[in-house]
């Protein structure tokens, strides 16, 4: 992300300058891309630059990430004009793509990504701000044209729309580029016929290049030395992730607590994350996953070791930033699914169809925000002298009733069998009692 002084930069200005960076890229391959002839184009002091942002990297995906917003604008648009048909609006928008137009600002994304046709497309996917795309689309979607099982599985879907067909939107806009201006007046069978060659193309070339390999002790060890160095300021003493006394116990710490494992292949141990630390970085903030963060914790440490810090300011620092993160901080939608529980479902929840899980006080729906529950406690049965079972609460979720024997009866004081029928009214719970015989 770029600076906040980027981002309060008065608009006139910040667009000067994103206009002469995107027609450098757009001039020539990412590596000769010069940030001097962007600031000199924009008429913009040298040193401005890395007030905005840390370097060339960070502006070329800033510059990615506008036009994903700018395409899930397209993308909400064809939304709304095909009744929030789903799959309608996916095909058309790839039509759009792969339709040769005058557009401005088309043709800079197309040459851009032509001159970087060599970067992976997995690095391209990754500077998608998916979640937000996905935020911004989902209440235009028609619900009632899918056949969805519960309200989750529309997230899940767009996700798995969104990475399947990225590669082949990238395609169509670059197929536009390289198919002959004809094209425009050909059939849209044709078209999409060339565009899926091309398309395959590119996957049987994705396919071809060997994949990176896994970090062993020694590799990863060595990797922690140096993460995040280039972008760390000229003057850090400490860089990289722990120290050398403390790294080892790190990658330690991370097999204990199940987020990595050592899996033995061809003699070789690799250290693999498991899904619940592939999940975790998914869901963790970005500070708290950068190499600057502990570098910067280093070089406070080195303060406070030198007394040119308080041991207090320090702990203060953190505990700011914790706070502050705590308050600020959005979850991801849909990570529930990242984070499968390992207790046993009772059933499942009457409002939202999530699973209801036992607990020491009732059974709960797993879903907060759904605040289902069935007290144990509950008046109802303290009352006839009975305790909601798990089996009980079972019988309620699936049937919504459950046949009690030996009820107590403060009236008489002798027991009686009867029906409990569960009434939910969306935000209470209650119970009635029904008699077999009348
Ligand atoms: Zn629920």
Redesign the pocket.
């Known amino acids: 992300m770029p600076s906040a002084t980027f981002l309060h930069l008065p608009p006139e200005k910040r667009a000067r300058f994103l206009r002469a960076a995107r027609a450098e890229f757009a001039r020539v391959p990412y590596a000769d891309a010069s940030i001097n002839r962007m600031i000199r184009a924009a008429h913009i002091p040298r040193g401005s630059f890395y007030m905005y942002f840390a370097n060339k990297e960070e502006l070329f995906f800033y510059i990615l990430e506008v036009y994903h917003g700018q395409l899930a604008d397209a993308a909400a648009q064809i939304l709304q004009e095909t009744g929030g048909d789903l799959f309608a609006a996916f095909a058309q928008l790839y039509d759009r793509l792969s339709t040769p137009k005058k557009q401005e600002d088309l043709a800079e994304m197309r040459a851009i990504l032509q001159r970087n046709a060599g970067i992976q497309q997995g690095q391209l996917l990754h500077c998608i701000q998916l979640e937000e795309i996905v935020r911004r689309l989902l209440p235009l979607v028609d619900r009632s044209k899918l056949l969805l099982r519960s309200p989750e599985e529309l997230e899940d879907m767009f996700h798995i729309l969104i990475n399947v067909s990225g590669p082949a939107l990238a395609a169509a806009l670059l197929a536009a580029l390289t198919l002959p201006a004809t094209a425009a007046e050909e059939s849209q069978d044709v078209r999409l016929a060339k565009v899926t060659a091309l398309v395959k193309e590119a996957l049987v070339k994705e396919g071809s290049t060997t994949p990176p390999r896994h970090f062993t002790e020694d590799t990863i060890l060595k990797s922690m030395e140096t993460a995040g160095v280039e972008d760390m300021p000229e003057d850090v003493e400490r860089k990289g992730i722990g120290t050398p006394a403390t790294r080892a116990s790190i990658l330690e710490k991370l097999v204990s607590t199940g987020l990595v494992e050592r899996k033995k292949a061809k003699k070789i141990t690799n250290l693999l994350p498991t899904q619940a630390g592939s999940s975790l970085v998914t869901v963790l903030p970005e500070v708290l996953q950068s190499p600057l963060l502990t570098a910067d914790w280093e070089q406070r440490l080195g303060e406070v070791e030198r007394g040119e810090l308080s041991p207090e300011d320090f702990m203060a620092e953190i505990a700011a930033m914790v706070d502050e993160l705590v308050k600020t901080y959005q979850p991801v939608p849909g990570a529930a699914v990242l984070f499968p529980s390992d207790k046993e479902s009772v059933g499942p929840?009457?409002?939202?169809?999530?699973a209801?899980i036992e607990s020491k006080k009732g059974f709960f729906?797993?879903?907060r925000e759904?605040?289902?529950v069935l007290w144990k406690n509950s008046k109802f049965f303290t009352a006839k002298k009975k305790t909601l079972t798990k089996a009980a609460a079972a019988a309620l979720l699936k049937k919504g009733r459950v046949k009690l024997t030996g009820c107590f009866s403060e009236k008489t004081g002798e027991t009686y069998d009867a029906t409990a029928v569960l009434e939910d009214d969306g935000t209470k719970t209650n119970y009635k009692l029904v008699f077999d015989n009348g």
């Open positions: 929840c009457p409002r939202c169809g999530g209801v729906c797993e879903n759904c605040r289902f």
